[in-house]
């Protein structure tokens, strides 16, 4: 029992590590793109050198990432290597296009993009830009597509007590990675934009560079609206899907023991108490939780009591409620952080409409605030996700139980855990600092002076800041 807690502890915290640097990575290879594509239709200096400045964080986000996924996909044949011999023939395939597909037109295109400057043609060297950017998102279907085998397995059969690929298009065509695709990138746009208007604001703040911090944070401001917004509908998709595929994941995530009225109200906070099986002092929305799964104001939810009977018939003898309080409290977390999200974007551009975003420093200090809002979104909806499909490693196939290495011992796996904490303690302390060095730098290369003093605003808002 030692051996399966520290290996879910080591996955959790590599995963959770290197999805710090997943979605920044997407976001800002979209943005930067489209800011290399003002440079080239404009032909404004001021949107070169944008494209320069956040360019930097991209590509040391960039690097460290790809440290921490090598780190990260290691520890599935040290710790899990019961789980690997099952289903690596489905599982490794994803991976594999993702490492010889994807990742491979994300690092040749970040070379040409990086020493192309002034040697490539503009449109070319545009390409580039916007080909990485293609990259990063392909490899988030593909990883998607991995772990949406894990959540909903299609696509395979048994074959000598392992699980092997008997139909391709089935698994990239998986319904889960079709809810979970649109959801993630919309939070990596997100993550992106924040980022930006976080450093954006600080900037301001200081009165530097003023011009160059308006346009970037008009661009991170609309792509940052359009995203949560996206975020929500997604969430929303997600969740139509989880009551057929998943309903226990989403009892869990209402803390249902009972079935529920019908219509079902959503529970913004409760008390759950998992010895008693009950949740008390509920404050509740009426009917929203049957829209939330139905998309109609009517319908109820089986409760976990229920679903418990279910799936003992159907699988045998066994727990088969996840943490819930876990589940139920990282769901409220991710709802909260998306929420702030779009109102943070929408007081934004409201401000910026009106022509006072400059001078409201309490929003300009909130914005810096801002930056963790994406990370903590992301995190939690990745632990929601995770969590609520316990005890499955593969639903309905492999228990987490069954899938940890048989023959890695405690002390071996607190080895490695201890090892890659310093490792990622390293990375991150590189990160922040590197990130402090350009912040400090500033935008303009050597001997270049800050020649954009106009104000792009003025009275014209969105239009003239662009």
Known sequence: MEEIILARIQFASTTLFHFIFVPLSIGLAFIIAIMQTLYVVKKKEMYRTMTKFWGKFFLINFAVGVVTGIIQEFQFGMNWSSYSRFVGDVFGAPLAIEALLAFFIESTFIGLWIFGWDK???????????????????????????????????????????????????????????????????????????????????????????AIFKSSMTIALILGLISSVGIAFSGHSQANYLIEAQPMKMAAAEGLWEDSADPAPWTVVANINTD???????????????????????????????????????????????????????????????????????????????????????????????????????????IMSEFGRQPWVVYGLMTTADGVSPNVTSGQILFSLISFSLIYSLLAAAMVYLFLKVIKQGPHEKGQEDVYTSDPFGRGGVRNAI
Not at 127 to 142: K, N, Q, R
Not at 317 to 329: A, D, L, M, Q, S
Not at 338 to 352: A, P, Q, R, V, Y
């Open 276 to 382: 008693e099986k009950e949740t008390t002092m509920e404050i509740t929305i009426p009917y929203l939780l049957s829209f939330l799964s139905y998309g109609e104001f009517e319908g109820g939810i089986e409760g976990m009591n229920t679903l418990q009977e279910k799936y003992v018939n159907e699988f045998g003898e066994g727990n088969y409620i996840p943490p819930v309080k876990t589940t139920f409290w990282s769901f409220r977390i991710m709802v909260a952080a998306g929420g702030g999200l779009i109102l943070l974007s929408f007081i934004g551009l409201l401000l910026l409409w009106r022509g006072k975003l400059e001078k409201s420093n309490i929003y300009l200090k909130w914005l810096i605030a801002g930056i963790a809002l994406p990370y903590i979104g992301n995190s939690f909806g990745w």
């Open 120 to 210: 490539l043609p503009k449109k070319l060297h545009l390409a580039c830009i916007w080909l990485v950017s293609i990259g990063t998102t392909l490899s988030a279907f593909w990883i998607l597509t991995a772990n949406s085998f894990m959540q909903n397995p299609l696509g395979f059969t048994i074959q000598n007590g392992r699980a092997e690929m008997n139909d391709f298009v089935a698994v990239i065509t998986n319904p889960k990675v079709w809810v979970a695709f649109p959801h993630t990138i919309f939070g990596a746009f997100t993550t992106g934009a924040f980022f930006i208007l976080g450093i954006s604001a600080w900037y301001l703040l200081k009165k530097q560079d003023t």
